[in-house]
T-cell receptor, first 115, second 108 residues
């Protein structure tokens, strides 16, 4: 299995809702990432997990809460989001702890709309 | 931190022509330079990458060149086809500081 999968594909939520995004990979990768991508912009790194521990948080607001229950799964819990948080949320993984030359493989993304 | 600039932001070519996209980076310690292709509504997909111990890499119609002294690298697509139409992102290193993207349009 050489894929990163993400669910759901689309999510519409209100500003008072709590929801979660899920990402899964079965490539044995030990580094996993969350990115946010706005329309016509490059992906922006949000969080990095290395060996199931949070290693990088790019000053992301606390209404986004990542979780890595095991080496194959990565979640992003959402609470009290704002309309400007509407974007494509991409998960990625790479083989080892983030190393400068490790290729990242992206999931298909979750298109999030906050009303 | 790393800063990556990408040019041009849009590129329109006739089918069969070549396309060249250029990126510059700021951190001389960067060692890994991938290129991703993203079609509308789809995930970024790695199309080619280059590591700092080589100056050029080719894969069929796609090639990447790297000039570490000048801190720039380029993507070359030859014999372009309509299915090459997409947004292309360059990036530096594993933390993937992305360039701003180039929208390539190949006209049949």
């Amino acid at each position: 299995d050489t894929e990163v999968t993400q669910t759901p594909k689309h999510l519409v939520m209100g500003m008072t809702n709590k929801k979660s995004l899920k990402c899964e990979q079965h490539m044995g990768h030990r580094a996993m990432y969350w990115y946010k991508q706005k329309a016509k912009k490059p992906p922006e790194l949000m969080f990095v997990y290395s060996y199931e521990k949070l290693s990088i948080n790019e000053s992301v607001p606390s209404r986004f809460s990542p979780e890595c229950p095991n080496s194959s799964l990565l979640n992003l819990h959402l609470h009290a989001l704002q309309p400007e948080d509407s974007a494509l949320y991409l998960c990625a993984s790479s083989q080892d702890q983030p190393a400068p030359t490790d290729t990242q493989y992206f999931g298909p993304g979750t298109r999030l709309t906050v009303l | 931190g790393e800063n990556v600039e990408q040019h041009p932001s849009t590129l329109s070519v006739q089918e069969g022509d070549s396309a060249v996209i250029k990126c510059t980076y700021s951190d001389s310690a960067s060692n890994y330079f991938p290129w991703y292709k993203q079609e509308l509504g789809k995930r970024p997909q790695l199309i080619i990458d280059i590591r700092s111990n080589v100056g050029e890499k080719k894969d069929q119609r796609i090639a990447v060149t790297l000039n570490k002294t000048a801190k720039h690298f380029s993507l070359h697509i030859t014999e372009t086809q309509p299915e090459d139409s997409a947004v292309y992102f360059c990036a530096a290193d594993n933390m993937l500081t992305f360039g701003g993207g180039t929208r390539l349009m190949v006209k049949p």
